[in-house]
């Protein structure tokens, strides 16, 4: 293993420290990948790359270290908090396809409130109630104060209206 204070690790010739680095890369590598795979959620080919870096920083680490598994799960802990917050700042951007349907869904929204605006206040709201609110003629005749066969007589009247709107470009 490596010695325990930065000016040591000068002293070992070239081919004894690749193999020292070479056997703690061995020792230590499935334990820090199990901490960020199972311990964070890492996916497994950002855990392999998260063991890696955490022993090149081992290895451009100037400070004496004592309890090398330590440090460097230690490490791994804080590499894998790092990367999971970096994913959370990270937003996906929609597609062509995605931001044309919003583009039509928003227009759509924009003509139906355009529209709605056209028809008298009961109409709209025996509208609201019939299809917004789940209310069957009974309950929207209830609700407004008036018999079954008139709020039958607004919600048709409001449809109407509205499909003569849309379709013709009428407003009557």
Same mark, same amino acid.
């Given at each position: 293993?490596?010695?325990?204070?930065?000016?040591?690790?000068?002293?070992? /010739? /070239?081919?004894?420290?690749? /193999?020292?680095?070479?056997?703690?890369? $061995?020792?230590? !590598?499935?334990?820090?990948?199990?901490? &960020?795979? !199972?311990?964070?959620?890492?996916? +497994?080919?950002? /855990?392999?790359?998260? *063991?890696?870096?955490?022993?090149?920083?081992?290895? %451009? =680490?100037?400070?004496?270290? !004592?309890?090398?598994?330590?440090?460097?799960?230690?490490?791994? =802990?804080? &590499?894998?908090?790092?990367?999971?917050? @970096? %994913?959370?700042?990270?937003?996906?951007?929609?597609?062509?396809?995605?931001?044309?349907?919003? *583009?039509?869904?928003?227009?759509?929204?924009?003509?139906?409130? $355009?529209?709605? +605006?056209?028809?008298?206040?009961?109409? @709209?709201?025996?509208? !609201?109630?019939?299809?917004?609110?789940?209310?069957?003629?009974?309950?929207?005749?209830?609700?407004?104060?008036?018999?079954?066969?008139?709020? %039958?007589?607004? *919600?048709?009247?409001?449809? +109407?209206?509205? @499909?003569?709107?849309?379709?013709?470009?009428?407003?009557?």
């Amino acid at each position: 293993m490596f010695p325990y204070h930065a000016g040591a690790r000068e002293e070992l /010739s /070239s081919s004894s420290r690749a /193999s020292e680095v070479e056997a703690l890369y $061995r020792e230590h !590598r499935t334990l820090l990948y199990f901490v &960020a795979k !199972r311990k964070f959620g890492v996916p +497994s080919h950002d /855990s392999e790359a998260l *063991v890696q870096d955490v022993f090149l920083a081992y290895l %451009q =680490c100037d400070v004496p270290i !004592r309890n090398i598994r330590a440090w460097l799960v230690a490490a791994m =802990c804080n &590499a894998s908090r790092h990367y999971l917050r @970096r %994913q959370d700042r990270y937003v996906e951007l929609p597609s062509e396809e995605e931001l044309r349907l919003v *583009v039509e869904t928003g227009t759509h929204l924009m003509l139906a409130g $355009r529209l709605l +605006s056209t028809i008298p206040a009961k109409e @709209r709201e025996a509208l !609201r109630l019939r299809f917004f609110e789940g209310l069957d003629h009974k309950e929207l005749a209830a609700a407004l104060d008036t018999t079954e066969r008139y709020a %039958q007589k607004l *919600v048709m009247k409001a449809l +109407s209206k509205l @499909r003569r709107w849309f379709i013709d470009g009428e407003r009557k």
